[in-house]
């Protein structure tokens, strides 16, 4: 299998042509959230983003292992090992067992991805069902000389790594800078160098969510959870390995260490970042306060926004910016969104009225290859969406009557949009502009029709108003009337 698809890979800083380890297999993993509470739009851009990946390495005809895993133990709120544990902090706060809180914010993140259209991974495994695979590995890290062992806890041993492997590979950072920035070791600190991080924990007795371990009672660190279950579904090296920008400093330099001093190899042949999401030019956090939850989204209730939009109005926005570039959110950005979004999906809904002629003022090959050139590069989905636009304006064209396409090129039409739109970039017509809503139209314009047969052109006419006044335009022509919205 051969395809032209250029993947921006983090870890050699270019775009790489993509050579899958073994055609026409791909195996993609992508860190999944942590479920301590609800997800937030910036995390919903990371999984649309690798949604969109999955989506277009599909339609290329690759057979995808999709894992994208649930942390559900193991994540302190401090990056460097220290903190309380997220899950047994929410779950004081909210007066529940730690697995309430986790059972309770996944089936929530899994009603959001439904929400924006994002297909499910073909394994989603957990932290905690693979304790087991986590021991095993941090045995074999001991093993090898990378970590030791500190009264019950496990330390991955960073400066005998750094004698052997570049740790910064990932990000190029020089270690003096990491080290700089590193706080040092207090008194009473276990680690032997600032830079280590904890493969296994040692449980305080309070602590509810602990495990037997050689070492002692305890929990894994969060970290060699995605190296266990990648490696256990993916095999020791595999395709793409993705996730948040914020990723690549700390967890995912760490995965890379881990599996090197455990496998002997790297983990991942194509590492992808996404970018991150900002608001009114300012970067999205919680302590900011201009965090969103995608439900204040569909429901217009953020200070920051004038309305409801739907969530194909937001998915289409999150695809409207590449991947690699922030994206700005304000209520003016979602407002164009949303007109673009209608804009495209009412020309798909047109598709089906569109009159055949016998001569052709249309080129769809190029148009074809254009959108085909846009996902290659990189997954461009904004010049992707640029190429739709045109065939936005060819179907509306044909409609008026103003351009002629054959029944071939209709056809040819409907495929680059079906492809496209609906396959690849994951969109969707909306509940009201589902068949619900076609059927409901059809009954109105026929009981219009009788009332034109009947010569009560007061009804009819109303009806006609009533509709347009809703967003509804009725066209009457030779076979009867239609409508699209506008
Ligand atoms: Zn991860």
Request: negative net charge; aromatic residues 10%.
């Amino acid at each position: 299998m051969d395809s032209n698809l250029y993947i921006y890979n983090t870890l050699s800083r270019t775009k790489e042509k993509f050579e899958p380890l073994h055609p026409p297999l791909v195996g993609l993993y992508v860190c999944g959230p942590t479920v301590y509470s609800d997800v937030h739009l910036g995390n919903c851009r990371t999984f649309v983003m690798f949604d969109l990946i999955f989506r277009y390495l599909l339609h290329l005809d690759y057979k995808v292992r999709y894992v994208r895993n649930i942390t559900d133990a193991g994540h302190l709120e401090g990056d460097m090992d220290e903190g309380d544990d997220k899950f047994a902090k929410k779950a004081r706060l909210e007066q529940l067992e730690p697995m309430e809180i986790v059972q309770k914010y996944t089936l929530g993140f899994h009603d959001v991805m439904r929400l924006f259209n994002a297909l499910p991974p073909g394994i989603e495994p957990t932290a905690t069902g693979h304790i087991i695979e986590q021991i095993e590995m941090v045995k074999q890290i001991l093993n090898n000389g990378y970590a030791y062992e500190v009264n019950g806890t496990v330390y991955f041993d960073v400066e005998k790594y750094c004698k052997e492997f570049n740790y910064t590979i990932l990000t190029n950072r020089q270690l003096d800078d990491l080290l700089e920035n590193t706080r040092e070791l207090g008194g009473q600190n276990e680690k032997r160098g600032r830079l280590d991080f904890a493969l296994w924990i040692k449980a305080k007795p309070e602590h509810i969510m602990q495990w037997p371990s050689p070492w002692g009672t305890g929990f894994p660190g969060w970290h060699i959870e995605c190296s266990a279950m990648s490696s256990k579904y993916l095999g020791n090296s595999f395709d793409i390995h993705g996730g948040g920008m914020d990723l690549a400093a700390t967890h995912h330099t760490n995965e890379i260490a881990q599996s090197q001093a455990c496998h002997h190899v790297q983990p991942a042949k194509y590492w992808m970042h996404t970018n991150m999401l900002t608001v009114n030019g300012t970067r999205m956090s919680k302590s900011k306060g201009n965090g969103f939850l995608p439900h204040e989204l569909f429901t217009g209730s953020h200070e920051l926004l004038s309305r409801g939009y739907s969530s194909m109005s937001v998915r289409f926005f999150m695809l409207q910016a590449h991947y690699r570039s922030t994206l700005d959110f304000s209520n003016e950005a979602l407002e164009a969104s949303d007109k673009g979004f209608k804009r495209l999906i009412n020309a798909y809904s047109l598709l089906e009225k569109l009159n055949p002629s016998h001569k052709s003022d249309i080129d769809l090959k190029s148009l074809t290859e254009r959108c085909y050139a846009a996902m290659n590069d990189d997954f461009n989905s904004p010049v992707l969406i640029a190429e739709l636009f045109e065939a936005v304006h060819i179907i509306n064209s044909v409609y008026d009557g103003k351009t002629a396409a054959t029944s071939d090129d209709i056809e040819e039409l409907k495929k680059l949009m079906d492809n496209f739109v609906i396959d690849v970039l994951g969109l969707k017509q909306e509940s009201n502009q589902s068949d619900d809503m076609g059927k409901l139209l059809d009954f109105i314009i026929n009981l219009r029709s009788e009332a034109k047969v009947n010569k009560d052109y007061a009804t009819s006419d109303k009806i006609r108003i009533g509709l347009n006044s809703i967003g509804i335009q009725l066209k009457d022509n030779k076979e009867g009337t239609t409508w699209n919205k506008i």
